[in-house]
């Protein structure tokens, strides 16, 4: 079965395709954006945290007191809201751990930090965190920082931030459902416009084929009225002065056919 689309039919549908190849262009290219944007802010956050964090915990970093840095590492997770901070010292140990409040004494390092801790440089990421309290698994956004002094390039500590990128995926969807709302929104105004442009367009043109047909049919009076301002308007009056002038040479010859007999 083959089914043919009138030509307003066919114009809204050119309209729906473009609007949405329009709109879904939009959210990707917004998308990618925000999250590149999210993702450097979340970096700089970061950074300014676990700077702030090492300047002001330098000095216990030299004289090795570490139960006033697991204090202070407390502290900063529930101010600025943090998964986890924790903090390696210079010889790469665990001295402190918001995720595991029982390390009183330097612990080894993870196997997967050693290498980034070898590196003496700042490394962010994203990674797969498994909560211990929860039991469930999240992505985070961590970063390590290595804290130096001013009187000595290698680093004191280095300190290691995570923040939950579970805010920045809602805020992403909240923008993505605006983003279509207003292409949706978009589409029916679109799709308005082409009715109301295919309209001007093919009511012109079905009263040309009903005047054609007219015309077929031996009625050569009738007048076709189109008032658009265009070349269908100019059609409708050529094709009216052709049928009155058909209509005028019919009769001419039915007058001389008259005389002649």
């Given at each position: 079965i083959?089914?043919?689309?009138?030509?307003?039919s066919?114009?809204?549908?050119?309209?729906?395709?473009?609007?949405?190849?329009?709109?879904?262009?939009v959210?990707?290219?917004?998308?990618?954006?925000?999250?590149?944007?999210?993702?450097?802010e979340?970096?700089?956050?970061s950074?300014?945290?676990?700077k702030?964090?090492?300047?002001n915990?330098?000095?216990?970093?030299?004289?090795?007191?570490?139960?006033?840095v697991?204090q202070?590492?407390?502290?900063a997770r529930?101010?600025?809201e943090?998964?986890y901070l924790?903090?390696?010292n210079?010889?790469?140990l665990?001295?402190?751990?918001t995720?595991?409040?029982q390390v009183?004494a330097p612990?080894?390092?993870?196997?997967g930090?050693?290498?980034?801790?070898?590196q003496a440089?700042?490394?962010?990421?994203?990674?797969?965190?498994?909560?211990?309290?929860l039991?469930s698994?999240e992505?985070v956004?961590?970063?390590?920082?290595?804290?130096t002094a001013?009187d000595?390039?290698k680093?004191?500590a280095?300190v290691?931030?995570?923040?939950?990128?579970?805010?920045m995926?809602?805020s992403l969807?909240?923008?993505q459902?605006h983003?279509?709302q207003?292409?949706?929104?978009s589409?029916?105004?679109g799709?308005l416009g082409?009715a109301?442009?295919?309209?001007?367009?093919?009511?012109?043109?079905i009263?040309l084929?009903?005047?054609?047909?007219?015309?077929?049919?031996?009625d050569?009076?009738?007048?076709?009225q189109?008032?658009s301002g265009?070349e269908l308007?100019?059609?409708?009056?050529?094709?009216?002065?052709?049928?009155?002038q058909?209509?005028q040479?019919?009769?001419?010859?039915?007058?001389?056919?008259?005389?002649?007999?």
């Amino acid at each position: 079965i083959v089914v043919r689309l009138g030509l307003r039919s066919k114009l809204m549908l050119l309209t729906s395709l473009v609007m949405l190849f329009v709109v879904s262009l939009v959210v990707i290219m917004v998308s990618r954006n925000m999250r590149n944007v999210i993702q450097e802010e979340t970096r700089k956050r970061s950074l300014a945290i676990a700077k702030s964090f090492g300047a002001n915990n330098l000095e216990s970093f030299r004289a090795y007191t570490w139960f006033k840095v697991q204090q202070n590492s407390r502290n900063a997770r529930s101010d600025n809201e943090l998964e986890y901070l924790v903090v390696y010292n210079k010889e790469g140990l665990r001295v402190a751990d918001t995720r595991d409040p029982q390390v009183l004494a330097p612990l080894p390092s993870e196997p997967g930090v050693r290498s980034l801790l070898a590196q003496a440089s700042v490394v962010s990421r994203e990674i797969e965190f498994v909560s211990d309290t929860l039991g469930s698994s999240e992505r985070v956004f961590d970063t390590l920082v290595p804290i130096t002094a001013s009187d000595s390039p290698k680093p004191w500590a280095t300190v290691r931030i995570g923040i939950a990128t579970a805010p920045m995926a809602r805020s992403l969807r909240e923008t993505q459902l605006h983003i279509l709302q207003i292409g949706l929104v978009s589409l029916l105004i679109g799709l308005l416009g082409a009715a109301f442009l295919g309209a001007r367009i093919t009511t012109p043109i079905i009263r040309l084929k009903e005047g054609s047909l007219r015309a077929a049919s031996g009625d050569l009076s009738s007048i076709i009225q189109v008032q658009s301002g265009d070349e269908l308007e100019a059609l409708a009056q050529n094709f009216n002065y052709m049928m009155a002038q058909i209509k005028q040479h019919q009769e001419e010859r039915i007058r001389a056919e008259k005389l002649a007999a």
